[in-house]
Nanobody, 121 residues
Framework: QVQLVESGGGLVQAGGSLRLSCAAS????????MGWHRQAPGKQRELVAT???????NYADSVKGRFAISRDNAKNAVFLQMNSLKPEDTAVYFC???????????????WGQGTQVTVSS
């Protein structure tokens, strides 16, 4: 069984920084794209950033220049450094991973349970 566990959320003032971490554990054969999504109250879940196993990144326009995604392939971990935080960044942040459990299985999407980020004005 695969688990993705996030950590690093919390309460921060506007302009501050937080670093989120997510580690995938279990019997994992390979990991492809890993990423972060967020969901604010009353809104749909939205993409924040993704990173491939080769290090190619993609960001939502709203976080470009402020957030940085990185990963540690050896540990199946992904990180999100969030700087210059704004109240509109307040949301539950979820990490995701597209991975394979064995050579014979297909890639599938897995999600963490989410971590709350609250930015006060």
């Amino acid at each position: 069984q695969v688990q993705l566990v996030e950590s690093g959320g919390g309460l921060v003032q506007a302009g501050g920084s937080l670093r989120l971490s997510c580690a995938a554990s279990g019997s994992i054969f390979s990991t492809n794209v890993m990423g972060w999504h967020r969901q604010a109250p009353g809104k749909q879940r939205e993409l924040v950033a993704t990173i491939t196993s080769g290090g190619s990144t993609n960001y939502a326009d709203s976080v470009k220049g402020r957030f940085a995604i990185s990963r540690d392939n050896a540990k199946n971990a992904v990180f999100l450094q969030m700087n210059s935080l704004k109240p509109e960044d307040t949301a539950v942040y979820f990490c995701s991973a597209k991975l394979r459990l064995s050579f014979t299985t297909l890639m599938a999407d897995y999600w963490g349970q989410g971590t709350q980020v609250t930015v006060s004005s």
